[in-house]
């Protein structure tokens, strides 16, 4: 029964009082596990599976361990993923009005998801690595691979970056971030954006400055990144416009392209717009 994009769980609407396995998502159990014992796992089930890449989700704003944990389950079951789906779990306080809180908590995230793609490249038989990242996540993701690249680490694993609706200082990400990102060797990165993203025009009038997943003030371009306008997929009635990456069929079918092929803007049937060197695709 399950619908693509959707994390079916129980509704009022339809007098649902308990989640049903048969028709929901269901965080089933939790077990903590040592830092040796969880690298050991991984590895033994990465070296028995016919595909040695690790799908990386990282969530964003008010969002907590298990609402990350079953869209991470989601995404990885509508992409048909054939390797290991894992997600990053930074402390978000899981509250509409955290929203200040949980920018303090992701900043000191950064160096904590650093050390994990650290470990992530050095400690597993990984082959390829492909990071979602979305709306606050974002920044955590960024920043710890601006700083990687800034100590000069190797990129031998890391294949594809997708920055869903950032909710990133459009001027801080083209003059700090970008240039970073741009030039890591074997990393294509790609930025989603929207110019239904209610959540993102409420957090440029908090901060005073565009967010680049926003495109009203016109869309974000940066040599090397490639970025992607998904306003005809995105609607403002649908979680605010913000959550498009991963709940709207079109967009995630453009992922499983990217992620399942690697495939090129115009092998995905996108439209090219804007001039050179601006130039930005659009979801048909």
Same mark, same amino acid.
């Given at each position: 029964?399950?619908?693509?994009?959707?994390?079916?769980?129980?509704?009022?609407?339809?007098?649902?009082?308990?989640?049903?396995?048969?028709?929901?998502?269901?965080?089933?159990?939790?077990?903590?596990?040592?830092?040796? %014992?969880?690298?050991?796992?991984?590895?033994?089930?990465?070296?028995?599976?016919?595909?040695?890449?690790?799908?990386?989700?990282?969530?964003?704003?008010?969002?907590?361990?298990?609402?990350?944990?079953?869209?991470?389950?989601?995404?990885?079951?509508?992409?048909?993923?054939?390797?290991?789906?894992?997600?990053?779990?930074?402390?978000?306080?899981?509250?509409?009005?955290?929203?200040?809180?949980?920018?303090?908590?992701?900043?000191?995230?950064?160096?904590?998801?650093?050390?994990?793609?650290?470990?992530?490249?050095?400690?597993?038989?990984?082959?390829?690595?492909?990071?979602?990242?979305?709306?606050?996540?974002?920044?955590?993701?960024?920043?710890?691979?601006?700083?990687?690249?800034?100590?000069?680490?190797?990129?031998?694993?890391?294949?594809?970056?997708?920055?869903? %609706?950032?909710?990133?200082?459009?001027?801080?990400?083209?003059? &700090?971030?970008?240039?970073?990102? %741009? %030039?890591?060797?074997?990393?294509?990165?790609? &930025?989603y954006a929207s110019s239904s993203d209610l959540a993102l025009m409420a957090s440029k009038v908090v901060h005073?400055?565009?967010?680049?997943?926003?495109?009203?003030?016109?869309?974000?371009?940066?040599?090397?990144?490639?970025?992607?306008?998904?306003?005809?997929?995105?609607?403002?009635?649908?979680?605010?416009?913000h959550s498009y990456v991963v709940d709207t069929p079109s967009v995630i079918g453009d992922i499983r392209s990217? &992620?399942?092929?690697?495939?090129?803007?115009?092998?995905?049937?996108?439209?090219?717009?804007?001039? &050179?060197?601006?130039?930005?695709?659009?979801?048909?």
């Open positions: 029964t399950h619908r693509l994009g959707e994390v079916e769980t129980p509704s009022l609407w339809k007098l649902q009082f308990e989640a049903d396995p048969s028709k929901h998502f269901i965080l089933k159990s939790v077990t903590p596990l040592e830092l040796d %014992a969880a690298r050991k796992e991984m590895t033994e089930k990465i070296k028995n599976s016919p595909s040695k890449a690790l799908l990386l989700f990282v969530h964003g704003y008010n969002s907590g361990f298990g609402d990350a944990a079953m869209r991470t389950a989601q995404l990885a079951y509508d992409l048909n993923f054939p390797g290991m789906p894992f997600f990053f779990s930074w402390p978000s306080a899981n509250r509409v009005r955290a929203y200040l809180p949980d920018e303090e908590s992701a900043r000191l995230s950064e160096s904590v998801f650093e050390a994990l793609i650290e470990d992530l490249t050095s400690k597993l038989p990984v082959t390829d690595i492909y990071i979602v990242a979305h709306s606050m996540g974002t920044r955590v993701v960024s920043h710890a691979l601006q700083h990687r690249a800034e100590k000069g680490k190797p990129n031998t694993q890391l294949r594809e970056l997708l920055l869903a %609706a950032p909710d990133i200082n459009a001027e801080l990400f083209r003059s &700090v971030i970008a240039p970073k990102l %741009a %030039a890591m060797q074997g990393l294509r990165t790609t &930025v005073g400055f565009q967010r680049v997943g926003e495109t009203n003030s016109g869309v974000f371009t940066y040599p090397g990144i490639e970025t992607i306008d998904a306003s005809s997929a995105s609607s403002s009635s649908r979680s605010l416009g990217i &992620v399942l092929n690697r495939a090129t803007t115009k092998q995905r049937g996108l439209t090219a717009s804007g001039a &050179v060197p601006n130039v930005y695709w659009k979801l048909p």
